[in-house]
């Protein structure tokens, strides 16, 4: 893939995105070949199924496909020399060990200018992300059942105090004017037993390295806990 596109005796990095990057579509930049950077986009999104660590930073540069520019470009290339310089990285699941579901949900709230639910608040928002993180809860929940696999309280952890607050109190719920009604799915799981939500700090919430660049020892630190590990033959 390296080879591919001229990057093979490119310098490694050690973060897929700078934490300072910002790429807006309107950059003032001048344009590339988007043939071609549609093809680098489409190497990186067949890795991601076993390099989740690259997720947030290919989904981001793929939304500028249409009309890419040099600064999405070099975001490109970076993540390529991130992948150079990591590819003694692996995803390991340890044999023997049980089954363990849990759910991390973040909001990068005011930063993604392209977030399509209503929320004025970081505790909205939060409480917004807790809700599409329930229904994949509940349906990775359903999908076991076929293995024989039975998971009864599901946890999501959420680094947000008044999110997790809302989704507990009825009361409290009702007096957010401002979410939308099919986001109170929510509240009725936890309130039926279906999951629960729980506190997360935010050093440990693993979500964070799949909604924004983060600085190299963060990002270190939340790509262990996604399971990715150093080869050793």
């Known amino acids: 893939m390296l080879k591919k596109f001229g990057l093979e005796e490119s310098k490694p990095?050690?973060?897929?995105?700078s934490s300072d990057t910002k790429l807006t579509k309107n950059e003032e930049c001048e344009s590339v070949d988007s043939t071609k950077?549609?093809?680098?986009?489409?190497?990186?999104?067949?890795?991601?199924?076993?390099?989740p660590d690259i997720m947030f930073s290919v989904c981001l540069c793929a939304r500028f496909?249409?009309?890419?520019?040099?600064?999405h470009l070099e975001a490109v290339k970076r993540i390529f020399r991130y992948i150079k310089g990591t590819m003694h990285l692996r995803l390991w699941y340890p044999k023997?060990?049980?089954?363990?579901?849990?759910?991390?949900?973040?909001?990068?709230?005011?930063?993604?200018?392209?977030?399509?639910?209503?929320?004025?608040?970081?505790?909205?928002?939060?409480?917004?992300?807790?809700?599409?993180?329930?229904?994949?809860?509940l349906w990775m929940k359903q999908a076991l059942i076929d293995y024989d696999i039975r998971l009864y309280d599901v946890p999501i952890m959420c680094n947000?105090?008044?999110?997790?607050?809302?989704?507990?109190?009825?009361?409290?719920?009702?007096?957010?004017k401002h979410i939308e009604i099919r986001h109170h799915f929510l509240?009725?799981?936890?309130?039926?037993?279906?999951?629960?939500?729980?506190?997360?700090?935010?050093?440990?919430?693993?979500?964070?390295?799949?909604?924004?660049?983060?600085?190299?020892?963060?990002?270190?630190?939340?790509?262990?806990?996604?399971?990715?590990?150093?080869?050793?033959?």
């Open 13 to 17: 990095m050690k973060t897929p995105m």
């Open 37 to 51: 950077y549609r093809g680098m986009i489409g190497s990186l999104l067949d890795q991601t199924a076993s390099r």
């Open 65 to 71: 496909q249409e009309a890419p520019k040099t600064s």
């Open 96 to 137: 023997g060990t049980g089954i363990e579901t849990v759910v991390y949900a973040d909001s990068d709230h005011a930063r993604d200018y392209k977030q399509t639910a209503l929320a004025i608040s970081t505790t909205e928002a939060e409480y917004v992300s807790a809700e599409k993180a329930c229904q994949q809860a």
């Open 160 to 176: 947000n105090k008044g999110a997790i607050d809302l989704s507990k109190n009825p009361v409290q719920h009702s007096r957010t």
């Open 187 to 233: 509240l009725d799981n936890v309130q039926k037993g279906h999951i629960s939500i729980e506190k997360v700090t935010f050093i440990d919430n693993i979500a964070d390295i799949l909604t924004k660049p983060l600085k190299r020892e963060s990002f270190n630190y939340l790509r262990l806990g996604l399971g990715m590990m150093e080869h050793i033959p």
